[in-house]
T-cell receptor, first 114, second 110 residues
Framework: DTGVSQDPRHKITKRGQNVTFRCDPI?????LYWYRQTLGQGPEFLTY????????KSRLLSDRFSAERPKGSFSTLEIQRTEQGDSAMYLC????????????FGPGTRLLVL | SQQGEEDPQALSIQEGENATMNCSYK?????LQWYRQNSGRGLVHLILIRSNEREKHSGRLRVTLDTSKKSSSLLITASRAADTASYFC??????????FGQGTRLTINP
């Protein structure tokens, strides 16, 4: 399967702990996106990369959040000092370098902060 | 913030009937995409319609786009139990990111 993959699929952590999620995009895709989805809502944009450059960050992405895509392939999203409000599904998507292109989503990482 | 709005928020129909969902948005767009999400899973891309297109078909799916009214509709014909899911429209405003609505929760009753 050459779709977008995410790891882990589920994460339970205690408030104050740090967590890191990984996304592996479709191999030939230049763009990689992170979204967050809370229960009953649609996904909300967090940030995106074009190759290794992080080109846009949402105001939702507080300074406790950091995302990287060091070699222009996989990406990591780290949340420091987690809070209960961080509990959500974190979705990764990738696409070709074209604003008209479809974004393909991974299965998501469901985070629960206790 | 979410720009799109789907209508209805929830829809329950009998298997074999057609299901229609509507989406409205507020700003000009490059394209509009529809996604399906089964409970607790990732999003599956269904169809993309560009701003210069008015209608598009894919299998049992028919999407229309009215840019003058800033609205789109998704029609699923001959519904099946497997169509039970949440459906989201997402607009691409030329800024790379997708802006999603809150979704329509579709239930197909056998």
């Amino acid at each position: 399967d050459t779709g977008v993959s995410q790891d882990p699929r589920h994460k339970i952590t205690k408030r104050g702990q740090n967590v890191t999620f990984r996304c592996d995009p479709i191999s030939e895709h230049n763009r990689l996106y992170w979204y967050r989805q809370t229960l009953g809502q649609g996904p909300e944009f967090l940030t995106y990369f074009q190759n290794e450059a992080q080109l846009e960050k949402s105001r939702l992405l507080s300074d406790r959040f950091s995302a990287e895509r060091p070699k222009g392939s996989f990406s990591t999203l780290e949340i420091q000092r987690t809070e209960q409000g961080d509990s959500a599904m974190y979705l990764c998507a990738s696409s070709f370098l074209d604003s008209q292109e479809t974004q393909y989503f991974g299965p998501g990482t469901r985070l629960l902060v206790l | 913030s979410q720009q799109g709005e789907e209508d209805p928020q929830a829809l329950s129909i009998q298997e074999g009937e057609n299901a229609t969902m509507n989406c409205s948005y507020k700003t000009s767009i490059n394209n509009l995409q529809w996604y399906r999400q089964n409970s607790g899973r990732g999003l599956v891309h269904l169809i993309l319609i560009r701003s210069n297109e008015r209608e598009k078909h894919s299998g049992r799916l028919r999407v229309t786009l009215d840019t003058s009214k800033k609205s789109s509709s998704l029609l699923i014909t001959a519904s099946r139990a497997a169509d039970t899911a949440s459906y989201f429209c997402a607009t691409n405003q030329g800024a790379q990111k997708l802006v999603f609505g809150q979704g329509t929760r579709l239930t197909i009753n056998p």
